[in-house]
T-cell receptor, first 111, second 112 residues
Framework: ETGVTQSPTHLIKTRGQQVTLRCSSQSGHNTVSWYQQALGQGPQFIFQYYREEENGRGNFPPRFSGLQFPNYSSELNVNALELDDSALYLC??????????FGPGTRLTVL | DAKTTQPPSMDCAEGRAANLPCNHSTISGNEYVYWYRQIHSQGPQYIIHGLKNNETNEMASLIITEDRKSSTLILPHATLRDTAVYYCIVRVSQAAGNKLTFGGGTRVLVKP
């Protein structure tokens, strides 16, 4: 059984740029959730995707958007990057409503 | 989701039991107590969850008080690899679109 994987591991961008982060779900899971974790803080929920539709969203602006594909993998897109977007971005997969299993995260640094 | 309160940090001796408390006084009847932990620079790891009965698995035990306003996660024989931040979360299970609301957690340091 393959766990949740994320790519890339690390990424450096400059303010105003756009970034795409990728996540592959654990086998058999149909739901993907994304979280942002700033240094020293707990993860904060960005949004969740189920059956390729957004299925819940946290307090993040519209420049944070996502996609889920038919194979349940997912992308997180962030436009117009700001310095405060520097964080660890975590993806978690699950069956709908079930326990969430997290990937190792992507460390984004915005300069 | 109900709010949880945890001590910010605690130390534990290797080989001893670690008892991690969590207060969730505003928990609703349909909310479960979940525990996750996060080892440095890794994604959070699911540990255990329960509704009102005590639960045990290969990683830990979860003791929930009868009024469900608090719980304790027990690591029976702490090892150095159990050093991590432990998060207590309450959420409605089996609900689509349901998120995990993380607080600050308890930073546990297991010492030799």
């Amino acid at each position: 059984e393959t766990g949740v994987t994320q790519s890339p591991t690390h990424l450096i961008k400059t303010r105003g740029q756009q970034v795409t982060l990728r996540c592959s779900s654990q086998s058999g899971h149909n739901t993907v959730s994304w979280y942002q974790q700033a240094l020293g803080q707990g993860p904060q929920f960005i949004f969740q995707y189920y059956r390729e539709e957004e299925n819940g969203r946290g307090n993040f602006p519209p420049r944070f958007s996502g996609l889920q594909f038919p194979n349940y993998s997912s992308e997180l897109n962030v436009n117009a990057l700001e310095l405060d977007d520097s964080a660890l971005y975590l993806c978690a997969s699950s069956l709908v409503g079930g326990e969430q299993f997290f990937g190792p995260g992507t460390r984004l640094t915005v300069l | 989701d109900a709010k949880t309160t945890q001590p910010p940090s605690m130390d534990c001796a290797e080989g001893r039991a670690a008892n991690l408390p969590c207060n969730h006084s505003t928990i609703s009847g349909n909310e479960y107590v979940y525990w996750y932990r996060q080892i440095h620079s890794q994604g959070p790891q699911y540990i255990i969850h329960g509704l009102k009965n005590n639960e045990t698995n290969e990683m830990a035990s979860l003791i929930i008080t009868e009024d469900r306003k608090s719980s304790t996660l027990i690591l029976p024989h702490a090892t150095l690899r159990d050093t991590a931040v432990y998060y207590c979360i309450v959420r409605v299970s089996q609900a689509a679109g349901n998120k995990l609301t993380f607080g600050g957690g308890t930073r546990v340091l297991v010492k030799p």
